[in-house]
């Protein structure tokens, strides 16, 4: 499989058929390095940028202004499903992974998921959509490749509902390993590539964005949001009483008067465990769901990673976070923009029809 697609992205960045863009997940920018000798958690997301355009991708967009879009959708989500008493604990849908499993393992509780495809989706289909309306060009002819720091991103691009009219929102998913010996191949070295941005049309994410690589990341974004929705006064826009690396942990805030109980899990285990026992499940409002150890960081497309240097790459993602202009997802200039010329409100029927989807049960769906 990776000798495969690696094949079909060189032939499609040679051919020049298509207008060939690539979206980067936020976890690479804190991984890649170390398939070039840097130390682990370096961050070099402009190097990166650079090296993929050296490599013929037309454009670059960063995944992470997708998830600050999945934060305001799902964060506009979450509030309804408060105020209305419905459907709670509510799922983090963001990882594939724990989608897969759930489907196949507890049907009964597809409903818990919040309705957003995840970022990676979420990117593909305003690709196809809102990008190629800007640019004037047919969706067919944008072929769209996604860096992923995950396996199991390949299996979800293929989804059947991850398209419109037959065309997918993600044509590639390559991993972080791959793009790397790509790069190798071509004798591009990340360390000594040109400095570049992201382009700017689906560009400018937030620092809530970027926390989405790793454990916790995409509750506290979704926090964030919540409390600026409510108007609540944020003494400090980190919720570090969800912070941390174990598989399992649990943390309270208050909203709006309300205290809301949150369980961070990662790794099939200790999902298992919490999801196999109803009456702890509720105990929570909200449930952020990940697969591989550390979220994102630690995923089965990234280089060999220890205890150690999955906290070096969660320590630089709170860094990006830290150091960014904009921590607050509904402060991106690009999400302003991309709003007010295309989706309109969060929680739209444009944006319900672009970016939300229904997960099933993969047992039902095989009968």
Do not use: W
């Not at 998830?67 to 963001?94: H, K, W, Y």
């Not at 490749?145 to 997918?168: D, H, I, W, Y």
């Not at 570049?196 to 989405?212: H, M, N, P, Q, V």
Request: with cysteine; glycine share 8%.
């Amino acid at each position: 499989m990776p000798l495969e697609d690696l094949n079909k992205l060189k032939e499609v960045l040679e051919k020049k058929e298509f207008h060939v863009v690539v979206q980067v997940a936020p976890a690479l920018r804190v991984s890649i390095g170390e398939e070039f000798n840097l130390t682990p958690g370096t961050i070099v997301t402009k190097k990166l940028v650079g090296a993929l355009k050296e490599l013929g991708f037309d454009k670059v967009f960063d995944t992470s202004l997708s998830a600050d879009v999945v934060t305001v959708e799902e964060g506009t989500e979450f509030l309804q499903r408060i105020q209305n008493c419905q459907n709670l604990p509510l799922f983090t849908s963001c990882c594939c992974g724990g989608v897969f499993f759930v489907e196949r393992n507890f049907p009964h509780l597809l409903n818990h998921f919040s309705s957003l495809k995840s970022p990676q989706q979420s990117m593909g289909a305003l690709i196809k959509t809102y990008y190629a309306e800007k640019e004037n060009i047919k969706p067919e002819k944008i072929f769209s490749v996604s860096l992923m720091p995950c396996v199991v991103k390949k299996l979800e691009a293929n989804r059947t509902e991850m398209q419109f009219n037959g065309v997918k929102h993600v044509d590639l998913v390559i991993t972080t390993k791959e793009i790397a010996q790509l790069m190798k191949e071509k004798n591009i070295d990340l360390t000594k590539a040109k400095e570049t941005d992201f382009d700017s049309i689906l560009g400018e994410a937030t620092g809530a964005g970027e926390l989405f690589g790793q454990t916790g990341g995409v509750t506290e974004s979704v926090l964030r949001f919540a409390a600026s929705e409510l108007n609540e006064k944020i003494h400090s826009i980190e919720f570090n009483e969800i912070r941390g690396m174990q598989g399992f942990r649990e943390g309270k805030v208050s909203l709006a008067g309300r205290t809301i109980n949150i369980a961070i899990v990662h790794g099939l285990n200790n999902l298992k465990d919490l999801l196999s026992n109803p009456e702890r499940m509720h105990n929570y409002q909200v449930i952020e769901i990940m697969v591989c150890p550390g979220g994102c960081i630690g995923g089965g497309g990234q280089p060999k990673s220890t205890p150690e240097i999955l906290e070096a790459r969660r320590n630089a993602l709170l860094k990006a976070d830290k150091e960014n202009k904009q921590r607050l997802s509904s402060e991106s200039p690009a999400l302003k923009k991309l709003y007010k010329e295309y989706l309109g409100t969060y929680g739209s029927d444009k944006a319900k029809k672009i970016l939300h989807t229904q997960f099933k049960c993969i047992e039902c769906k095989e009968k």
